[in-house]
């Protein structure tokens, strides 16, 4: 079992910047392919970031050049850095854990990707 819990979503005016974190505890942490989707209003659950345990990264198109996804291991947590906030970028946000993933990144995108997830956290833009 793996528990997900993500933190720092919140209210952030548009054109600024937020961190989310989420902390994993339960299996080993080093062996995941984390990722990070949002649900916004009335859409479905969209893929953003993931990234391998050596580090490598694999970003949606949307948000690649704004959103910086990084982990570290030693803390067993998820860290997904998000610039150049607008409104479409309102949404709950969620991490994922896929564990003893040996694919590409590209192959964990979809939300049938991933074993574990979090509860969310709403991150809203006001413009």
């Known amino acids: 079992q793996v528990q997900l819990v993500e933190s720092g979503g919140g209210l952030v005016q548009a054109g600024g910047s937020l961190r989310l974190s989420c902390a994993a505890s339960?299996?080993?942490?080093?062996?995941?392919?984390m990722g990070w989707f949002r649900q916004g209003p009335g859409k479905d659950r969209e893929f953003l970031a993931a990234i391998n345990w050596t580090g490598t990264t694999y970003y949606a198109d949307s948000v690649k050049g704004r959103f910086t996804v990084s982990r570290d291991n030693a803390k067993n947590t998820l860290y997904l850095e998000m610039n150049s906030l607008n409104s479409e970028d309102t949404a709950v946000y969620y991490c994922?854990?896929?564990?003893?993933?040996?694919?590409?990144?590209?192959?964990?995108?979809?939300?049938?990707?991933?074993?574990?997830w979090g509860q969310g956290t709403q991150v809203t833009v006001s413009s």
């Open positions: 339960g299996r080993s942490f080093n062996r995941h392919v």
């Open positions: 994922a854990a896929k564990i003893n993933a040996f694919r590409g990144l590209a192959y964990y995108t979809g939300r049938g990707s991933y074993d574990y």
